[in-house]
C-alpha cells in the first residue's frame, strides 16, 4: 500500500517549501519511497475525517496501512526508522542524529516562528514594536551557538541525516529576515540542503501543487 501524506490545497507561502509537508516530502525522497498527496483545504483540515487522523487540524499526516500519524518530527523519525538513508546504524551517532532532530524543533524553530507571529499575526498590536528585536535577539543566540558548533563541517555529525534534514527546514524560515545571511556557514549549510537532489524534487513537487493556474 503506497504511503499517503497530506498537504495544503494552497499553502500560505506559495510553494516556497517552508509548509511542513515539504519535510516529509524531502524524507521520503531521501530513502526512496514513493507516495501520494491528498490535498486539502483550511476549512477540510477542521473536518472530523481529517480531525480524525490529526485531532489539531493541521497538516501534514502520514497514512500507511492502518498507521496514521501526526507531527511532522514524528513522522520524519518514523520514516527514519523504518528506511536506511536519513539515521546512522550505529547506536552513538544515531542518537546523536535523533538529538539534532530534537533540537531543531525545540530549540532552534520556536524563536524563528515567534518572529513570524510578532510580523504578521500581532504586527498591529501595540507591543509588537518593541517585541520585535527581543525576538531576533532570541534567534541570533540560537544560531550564535548552532554556527560555533557546526563550524565548517559540512553536516552536523558526520554524515547528512534526519537531523540536518529537520535543522536546514528550520533554518530556511529565517532567510527572508535576513538573519541567516549573517551566518555565512549556516546559510552555506542550508544550501548544502537545499542542493541535494531528493530536497529539489520535493521542492519542486510542492511548488506544482501552488504554481498559478491561467
Do not use: C
Not at 142 to 158: F, K, N, T, V, Y
Amino acid at each position: 500500500m503506497t504511503i499517503t501524506i497530506t498537504a495544503f490545497e494552497r499553502s500560505p507561502d506559495g510553494g516556497m517549501g517552508l509548509a511542513r509537508d515539504t519535510r516529509v516530502r524531502w524524507a521520503l525522497e531521501e530513502v526512496g519511497q514513493p507516495y501520494d498527496v491528498r490535498l486539502v483545504s483550511f476549512a477540510a483540515m477542521k473536518e472530523p475525517a481529517h480531525l480524525a487522523v490529526h485531532p489539531f487540524g493541521q497538516i501534514p499526516t502520514y497514512e500507511d496501512g492502518g498507521l496514521a500519524i501526526f507531527e511532522t518530527g514524528a513522522i520524519v523519525f518514523h520514516i527514519a526508522t523504518q528506511h536506511a538513508g536519513l539515521l546512522p546504524h550505529d547506536p552513538d551517532p544515531r542518537a546523536r542524529a535523533i538529538t539534532w532532530m530534537f533540537a531543531a524543533l525545540n530549540t532552534v524553530e520556536p524563536p524563528i516562528l515567534d518572529l513570524t507571529v510578532v510580523k504578521i499575526i500581532e504586527g498591529d498590536k501595540p507591543w509588537a514594536a518593541e517585541r520585535l528585536p527581543l525576538v531576533k535577539e532570541r534567534i541570533r543566540d540560537r544560531l550564535d551557538r548552532l554556527s560555533a558548533r557546526l563550524g565548517d563541517a559540512e553536516w552536523l555529525d558526520g554524515a547528512f541525516s534526519a537531523g540536518d534534514l529537520l535543522m536546514v527546514s528550520v533554518l530556511l524560515r529565517s532567510r527572508m529576515s535576513g538573519i541567516l545571511d549573517e551566518y555565512p556557514n549556516l546559510a552555506a549549510y542550508v544550501a548544502r540542503g537545499e542542493a541535494r537532489p531528493a530536497y529539489q524534487r520535493a521542492f519542486a513537487a510542492q511548488l506544482a501543487v501552488n504554481a498559478p493556474t491561467a
